[in-house]
């Protein structure tokens, strides 16, 4: 089975700063990695996904996220957000070569930007 | 505009109620899914369908029940309402995942439906 854990559950940033949102995951098998992104009072959005390849990922809205197998880890970052970046970002879990197996959320980050 | 859309957006039903939330998606994904946010913004999988077929039946009371007469729709179907239940359901469709395929694998969403019991 797989879990996700992101380790904050709020990170508040000053508009034009950098930000990480921090993920590890845990899983026996090989895994493909999701970062999501949901506006307030909308579903959720794809940012971008890891399947295999480089391990820097670069997604939408300038995002970027960088596997690491040896950490388990797959945090996102972004080096300058905006105002339009708040928003509660999950990151996700998917056994690879599987095809019934789902995806797994972790519990949000809600990324709060200050001006 | 191709998409996966779910209705009502809002519902609002006393306790001991039955009501139902449409999922359609004309994205031709063979695969669509539910799962149900809490309070606390936590997703969990409910349930998943892959070509009118149940894959995937996670540990939910057995008043929910999904029907999917399609591959493109994919409805939830609620019974004797309870307080707990309120939370944002949402649909979402995918991709047929075939080991050793390729493919988007990502989820493409509803907006949610935001259920409350009263």
């Known amino acids: 089975a797989q879990s996700v854990t992101q380790l904050d559950s709020q990170v508040p940033v000053f508009e034009e700063a950098p930000v990480e949102l921090r993920c590890n995951y845990s899983?026996?098998?090989?895994?493909?990695l999701f970062w999501y992104v949901q506006y307030p009072n909308q579903g959720l959005q794809l940012l971008l996904k890891?399947?295999?390849?480089?391990?820097l990922v670069k997604g939408i809205n300038g995002f970027e996220a960088e596997f690491n197998k040896s950490q388990t880890s797959f945090h996102l970052r972004k080096p300058s957000v905006h105002i339009s970046d708040t928003a509660e970002y999950f990151c996700?879990?998917?056994?690879?070569?599987?095809?019934?197996?789902?995806?797994?959320f972790g519990s949000g980050t809600r990324l709060s930007i200050r001006p | 505009d191709t998409a996966v859309s779910q209705t009502p957006k809002y519902l609002v039903t006393q306790m001991g109620n039955d009501k139902s939330i449409k999922c359609e998606q004309n994205?031709?994904?063979?695969?669509m899914y539910w799962y149900k946010q809490d309070s606390k913004k936590f997703l969990k999988i409910m349930f998943s369908?892959?070509?009118?077929?149940?894959?995937i039946n996670e540990t939910v009371p057995n008043r929910f029940s999904p029907k999917s007469p399609d591959k493109a729709h994919l409805n939830l179907h609620i019974n004797s309402l309870e307080l707990g239940d309120s939370a944002v359901y949402f649909c979402?469709?995918?991709?047929?995942?075939?080991?050793?395929?390729?493919?988007?694998?990502?989820?493409?969403f509803g907006s949610g439906t935001r259920l409350t019991v009263v």
């Open positions: 979402a469709s995918s991709q047929a995942w075939r080991i050793g395929g390729t493919g988007n694998y990502g989820y493409t």
């Open positions: 899983s026996s098998v090989s895994v493909y």
């Open positions: 890891y399947l295999s390849g480089s391990t």
């Open positions: 996700a879990v998917k056994a690879s070569g599987s095809s019934a197996s789902k995806i797994i």
């Open positions: 994205l031709g994904h063979d695969t």
């Open positions: 369908y892959n070509n009118k077929e149940l894959i």
